[in-house]
């Protein structure tokens, strides 16, 4: 079991520039979770996805951030354009079913300068 | 909007000695899970625990959940280095889970 798999590790990029997020949950998980972890904030949810429909997606903080998720064992996340606010930890998580344990992926570490 | 609260915020303790973390809500949830989180990865679940009252063990670590469903906590013993790691609980309702801002735990040989 290769477990969630998020890609890259760590993105280092320029104000303005856009950034793609990637995400391959586990293999039979219906629903996928995008959050983005910081000090001051701690974790907050940013959207998800049931059956590769997107449920909420209140917690995208702004029209900058998008999302998607074309097929059951992929979803992206892209930031068009980034500001250094954006500079986070983000996170995908995948269940098996609503409301069942998360598991997570090792994160993607991104810094907008 | 459910939130979760986590109590302490930080905690520095020495080894071996026992602790006890927090989670409060005024919302009832229909599970609770506990993660841990350690530096440069994604929470790892721990337990999850659904019945009123339940209590659940995991070697050193004793997770309740309270009988209203609100609240946990989460006991360890004879804490050890290893325990060192922000731990998170998260409370499933509607679909989504509500995550606390967690507890920051450093156990010191």
């Known amino acids: 079991d290769a477990g969630v798999i998020q890609s890259p590790r760590h993105e280092v990029t320029e104000m303005g520039q856009e950034v793609t997020l990637r995400c391959k949950p586990i293999?039979?998980?219906?629903?996928l979770f995008w959050y983005r972890q910081t000090m001051m904030r701690g974790l907050e949810l940013l959207i998800y996805?049931?059956?590769?429909?997107?449920?909420?997606d209140s917690g995208m903080p702004e029209d900058r951030f998008s999302a998607k998720m074309p097929n059951a064992s992929f979803s992206t996340l892209k930031i068009q354009p980034s500001e250094p606010r954006d500079s986070a930890v983000y996170f995908c998580?995948?269940?098996?079913?609503?409301?069942?344990?998360?598991?997570f992926g090792p994160g993607t570490r991104l810094t907008v300068t | 909007t459910q939130l979760l609260e986590q109590s302490p915020q930080f905690l520095s303790i020495q080894e071996g000695e026992n602790l006890t973390v927090y989670c409060n809500s005024s919302?009832?949830?229909?599970?609770l899970q506990w993660y841990r989180q350690e530096p440069g990865e994604g929470p790892v679940l721990l337990v999850t625990?659904?019945?009123?009252?339940e209590v659940k063990k995991l070697k050193r670590l004793t997770f309740q959940f309270g009988d209203a469903r609100k609240d946990s906590s989460l006991h360890i013993t004879a804490a050890q280095p290893g325990d060192t790691g922000l731990y998170l609980c998260a409370g499933a309702g509607a679909g989504k889970s509500t995550f606390g801002d967690g507890t920051t735990l450093t156990v010191k040989p």
């Open positions: 996805f049931n059956n590769n429909v997107p449920i909420d």
């Open positions: 998580a995948s269940t098996l079913k609503l409301g069942y344990e998360q598991y």
């Open positions: 625990v659904v019945t009123g009252g």
């Open positions: 293999s039979g998980h219906n629903s």
């Open positions: 919302s009832v949830f229909s599970s």
